[in-house]
């Protein structure tokens, strides 16, 4: 990676249109710290929203003066913040895989949702609860990390095969293809074993159910994820000029790929087993933010992670109201899924000459 | 331009029905359960003639012997009734998935061969045991229909769906010629229910209850619409916890939140625990969600069979429950 700095220093990036006019990067750490504070204040107001009214005095106890045997107290602490939380990292897992998968493919239909991640890592989750129904919390999410990879494995391959190689609506088309054998299969497990009500419990639930542990086994993942995919950002902006160009600036493409898909498949299979399948995240967010900051992944990436997060809690917590009155849990994934289904039509019909990366193939 | 109006309009209307979602739930009130007819039969006897019985039920026509000796039971809603009419089957195939047989009717059934309750029944094991009547549910034999009558002359019993569990035995003892030995036996029932009726109100008067189901590491609670919902809040008048959900679509269940859980006032919880969610109860009993709950705190909280409130379908299983909740809420005092 370090190679990438003597052939392109970040002011070579050629600082594509950015929205604001900003032609400086001096303020996105700025803006950084800003949508920082967001999220935390976004956080906090989600630590309002449940099935049962909490009042803000006894929020700020539950924080500062916890009370151990108060049941609103335990509530807030041990299940709102740990919920915020989670929505917090796996919008931010997502995105961020979901970034590196469009740079990567340079197809801008790329993401965990319509590449298989989402569906191979539910497929193996229920796999294993059918296999082994004791399994932890640690190996579930292992087996979602693997499904995950089994899931891009097929699409990637199946899509590659044909001539003319993997093209936007290819990736799309076998995306929907290999969800729908994979979700059939499933389906049919869940009919054999008798499963169906408890997997719908676990799609149903989103991020309801975590709890301190899980996000204690997920941070560390999602840690070097993140590290990882900005460690390898400068070659991500550089992959997305074509596989030939960056050969020929000087970079390991087969390394940076293999990086790309272990850090897209960690925080993808993480954020399955941590929320469930949550599409669309991955799809919208990247491009959001590079229509703002451009085509410079140093700055995409932790915009995506940061934008995914928001627009994850965001999610959560119009879900969590949604739920109440009806008595019965909206999980976030349909949220999601009201905002992205429009996104990527919008997507899929724009203009043929836009509709590639900038700087994509020609 | 266009594209754009069009995609915010959508994205406005997206945002105003998520809004609107909020009264569905009144809509939901608007939805009553239609008042289910008291005898609800499943089959029906269209002649007698001195060889047999013609007997029509969900799947067909079938000729039934006067007096068949060799029952092969595969569905509890039959085994049950069997049993209350002191008919011993010859092979039963029962229970639930989580108890495995159904433990209220065992004693009764000691030495009857018993097939496990897989989804798929074993036909060798039917053709070992020369059956001359075979009783199978529609829910998972519906596909052997035809391979279980070249075996034997087969009658459905479907498991009740409208929740009143001990017409079953009015219909097993009509494929059985049985029919005044099943009305007696009902009466007896319904004597009994107005007894448990009687000491309730005067033992447990206003006391209320919730039946919970621990699954998957999450809870669910049983509503009126559940297949015991009119036994224990119509026919025996229990008041429900207030925050049980009044209408319930499909299995007549609800999944509780760990907050709305904490919202119980239940005086006394009915439980069952699926075998891999004994952790998540462990856990959560350890809170003080869980020992707010008025039935916690009074150690009121009584583990039931779920091979009796789930799958005790017929009479016996009616009974069953009955004890069940008179052991738990209206004890017989010693005198």
Redesign the interface.
Same mark, same amino acid.
């Given at each position: 990676m370090m190679c990438t700095e003597t052939v392109l220093k970040q002011e070579d990036v050629p600082e594509q249109r950015s929205l604001l006019g900003w032609d400086s990067a001096r303020r996105w750490p700025f803006v950084a710290m800003m949508l920082l504070g967001v999220i935390v204040a976004g956080v906090g107001v989600s630590l309002f929203v449940?099935?049962?009214s909490i009042d803000a005095g006894t929020i700020g106890d539950s924080l500062f003066h916890y009370d151990? $045997?108060?049941?609103s107290h335990?509530?807030v602490r041990?299940?709102r913040l740990p919920r915020g939380v989670a929505d917090v990292l796996v919008g931010a897992a997502l995105a961020v895989a979901g970034a590196i998968m469009q740079a990567v493919t340079r197809n801008p239909l790329a993401s965990p949702g319509i590449m298989g991640l989402n569906t191979g890592a539910s497929f193996f989750t229920l796999l294993t609860m059918v296999l082994v129904?004791?399994t932890g919390r640690p190996q579930m999410m292992l087996a979602a990390i693997a499904g995950a990879g089994l899931g891009a494995a097929m699409v990637y391959g199946l899509g590659s095969l044909s001539r003319g190689g993997l093209t936007p609506v290819r990736l799309a088309l076998t995306g929907i293809a290999v969800s729908a054998l994979l979700g059939a299969i499933g389906n049919g497990v869940m009919i054999?074993s $008798?499963l169906g009500?408890?997997m719908l419990?676990?799609h149903?639930?989103g991020t $309801?159910?975590v709890r301190w542990l899980d996000i204690g086994l997920f941070l560390p993942l999602a840690g070097v994820g993140f590290l990882g995919a900005f460690a390898i950002a400068p070659t991500l902006s550089i992959l997305t000029l074509g596989e030939h160009v960056a050969r020929g600036l000087g970079q390991r493409t087969r390394l940076a790929k293999f990086l790309a898909a272990a850090i897209v498949l960690v925080l993808a299979g993480g954020a399955v087993s941590l929320a469930g399948p949550v599409g669309f995240v991955g799809l919208m967010i990247p491009h959001v933010v590079r229509h703002i900051v451009g085509q410079n992944y140093r700055l995409v990436i932790p915009g995506s992670a940061l934008c995914g997060s928001l627009l994850m809690l965001a999610a959560d917590m119009?879900a969590r109201l949604?739920s109440t009155?009806?008595?019965?849990?909206?999980p976030v994934s349909a949220?999601t899924a009201?905002?992205g289904v429009?996104f990527f039509l919008?997507l899929a019909?724009r203009k043929p000459t836009t509709a590639r990366l900038r700087g994509g193939r020609t | 331009m266009t594209?754009k109006l069009i995609?915010l309009s959508?994205?406005l209307l997206?945002g105003w029905a998520?809004v609107r979602? @909020?009264?569905? @739930?009144q809509l @939901?009130d608007r939805w009553k359960r239609p008042e289910p007819k008291a005898s609800l039969r499943q089959v029906k006897v269209l002649s007698t003639t001195p060889d047999y019985r013609l007997v029509k039920h969900l799947m067909g026509n079938t000729k039934v012997p006067l007096a068949p000796q060799r029952i092969a039971s595969l569905c509890g809603a039959a085994t049950d009734s069997l049993v209350a009419l002191g008919v011993r089957p010859i092979l039963v195939q029962g229970g639930s998935?989580i108890d495995g047989a159904q433990l209220y009717l065992a004693d009764s059934l000691k030495g009857v061969a018993v097939m496990p309750p897989d989804?798929v029944i074993s036909l060798e094991a039917v053709l070992a045991a020369k059956p001359d009547l075979i009783f199978a549910s529609n829910m998972q034999n519906g596909k052997l229909y035809g391979q279980l009558s070249k075996i034997a002359p087969t009658v459905f019993i479907g498991s009740t769906g409208d929740g009143y569990r001990e017409n079953r035995i009015l219909d097993v003892g009509e494929v059985l010629g049985m029919q005044e030995k099943a009305e007696r036996r009902l009466a007896e029932y319904r004597r009994r229910l107005e007894r448990a009726k009687e000491r309730l109100s005067s033992q447990a008067k206003n006391e209320p209850v919730a039946f919970l189901r621990f699954?998957?590491?999450?809870s669910?609670i049983y509503t009126r619409t559940a297949m015991f919902g009119p036994l224990l809040f119509e026919q025996l008048g229990l008041t429900p916890d207030p925050a049980m959900?009044e209408v319930m679509m499909g @299995?007549g269940w %609800?999944?509780l939140?760990?907050?709305?859980l904490?919202?119980l006032r239940a005086e006394h919880i009915f439980m069952t625990i699926d075998? %891999?969610s004994e952790l998540y109860l462990q856990g959560v009993a350890k809170?003080?969600?869980w020992r707010?709950i008025p039935a916690a705190r009074h150690d009121h909280v009584h583990r039931i069979a779920s091979s009796t409130w789930l799958s005790g379908d017929g009479v016996l299983g009616c009974e069953a429950i009955l004890d069940d909740i008179l052991a738990a809420m209206a004890p017989e005092r010693s005198p």
């Open positions: 449940g099935d049962i151990a $045997e108060s049941v335990l509530l041990d299940w129904p004791t054999y $008798e009500q408890d419990l676990w149903a639930r $309801e159910g119009a949604a009155p009806f008595k019965s849990p909206v949220v009201l905002l429009p919008y019909c | 594209i995609t959508t994205l997206f998520l979602t @909020g009264n569905l @739930g @939901g998935r989804s699954r998957k590491n999450t669910v959900p @299995g %609800d999944v939140s760990i907050e709305r904490s919202d075998p %891999d809170t003080p969600i707010n």
